[in-house]
């Protein structure tokens, strides 16, 4: 499966934002999907997944209640809302397809498909 995301930019603190992820290749509710982002300096770190079977959303605590994953099936695409933006959600998130065990979901291990970023600035 191929990933393209799009939708990041420039908000102020406080704001929203939604992310898009369109794959193409495959059907994306026969993986689970990911998000993730790294600011500079600091390693990738896992955001917000949703599994292939059931849909199970699983996030962050630091983005719980803020973010929400979600997927188009029609669409072939996976979304991530982004309310209430704060500066330290300054970051390049990136999508992600896999096919893990539960257990992984969490860990950038667990997928072997990634989109290429786009960038979110959140400024105070």
């Known amino acids: 499966v191929q990933l393209q995301a799009s939708g990041g930019g420039l908000v102020q603190a406080g704001g929203s934002l939604r992310l898009s992820c369109a794959a193409s290749g495959s059907d994306i509710s026969t993986y689970d999907l990911g998000w993730f982002r790294q600011a500079p300096g600091k390693e990738r770190e896992f955001v917000a997944a949703i599994r292939r079977s059931g849909g199970s959303t699983y996030y962050a605590p630091s983005v719980k209640g803020r973010f929400t994953i979600s997927r188009d099936r029609a669409k072939n695409t996976v979304y991530l809302q982004m309310d209430r933006l704060k500066p330290e959600d300054t970051a390049v998130y990136y999508c992600?397809?896999?096919?893990?065990?539960?257990?992984?979901?969490?860990?950038?291990?667990?997928?072997?498909?990634w989109g290429q970023g786009t960038l979110v600035t959140v400024s105070s």
């Open positions: 992600a397809a896999g096919r893990g065990i539960l257990s992984t979901t969490r860990s950038p291990d667990a997928y072997y498909s």
